[in-house]
């Protein structure tokens, strides 16, 4: 009996916002490409307490992203063992070659999103369970939708794909907390648009924000030390 072999497991996320939400329903990511598989799958939007935005938040939604780190740490380990020099990274950099799936929030413009959110997709080829918060089955796909809160089990496993190679999250299933303000899936009608001066000449701020840029008197993250996965 191999006693080495990691054994399965997953885990409960903290609550999160809800995104592009496929879960009723799968979709290819490539309809052109005949090869993709259909999936279902979620956009989670967690307000990360590792920034600076929600360090000292007391919102039971801020979330510690420790576990999810771990698990996809673990995915790693499982594939290419503990010793990091072995971990795919650039010759000449050292960086990490690996995709993760933690993203920058303040790189898209949708409702939701933005500084100090960091977003993760989840998937699966087979349908999730899907409850309530008391744990009683969704059956009517317009009461989970993208802007409700929610939780997940997930798992996380290696992929290389087309010369791309990284780590995933699998979905498993999720629980529906409370509802929210649903999102359009549209950007933001006020970061489209520049702002236009009146006839009478009363002044009006013209130019976009850039997409990303804290707010004036938002504190920089703390340094932190390197880390051979993450950073």
């Known amino acids: ?22 879960v009723f329903e799968a979709r290819k990511a490539d309809e052109k490409d005949p090869s993709s598989k259909a999936k279902f799958s979620l956009v989670m939007l967690f307000k990360d307490k ?21 698990l ?6 499982e594939k290419f063992g503990p010793d990091t020099s072995k971990w795919p990274k650039h010759p000449t950099t050292g960086a990490s ?18 500084p100090g959110i960091t977003f993760c997709s989840a998937s699966s080829v087979m349908k ?6 008391m744990c009683q089955p969704i059956l009517v796909p317009s009461d989970f939708y993208s802007g409700c809160y929610a939780r997940a089990t997930i798992t996380a496993f290696y992929y290389n794909n087309k010369g791309n190679q990284g780590i995933s999250f699998g979905l498993r299933n999720v629980q529906k907390v409370r509802d929210g303000e649903p999102f359009s899936g549209g950007t933001k009608a006020e970061n489209d648009f ?3 001066p009146m006839p009478d000449g009363s002044p009006a701020e013209m130019g976009a924000r850039p997409a990303g840029v804290a707010a004036p008197g938002t504190a920089p993250a703390a340094a932190a030390a390197k880390d051979p996965l993450f950073d």
């Open 1 to 22: 009996m191999n006693t080495n072999k990691q054994k399965y497991h997953q885990i409960v996320t903290p609550v999160f916002r809800v995104s592009f939400a496929s």
């Open 50 to 70: 590792s920034k600076p935005q929600f360090a000292t938040c007391t919102d039971l939604d801020a979330a510690d992203l420790t576990p999810l780190k771990q």
């Open 72 to 77: 996809v740490r673990d995915a790693v380990i």
């Open 97 to 114: 070659l690996l995709r993760l799936p933690f993203r920058d929030g303040a790189e898209k413009d949708y409702a939701g999103y933005g």
């Open 128 to 133: 999730p369970g899907i409850v309530d918060h």
């Open 194 to 196: 520049d702002q236009i």
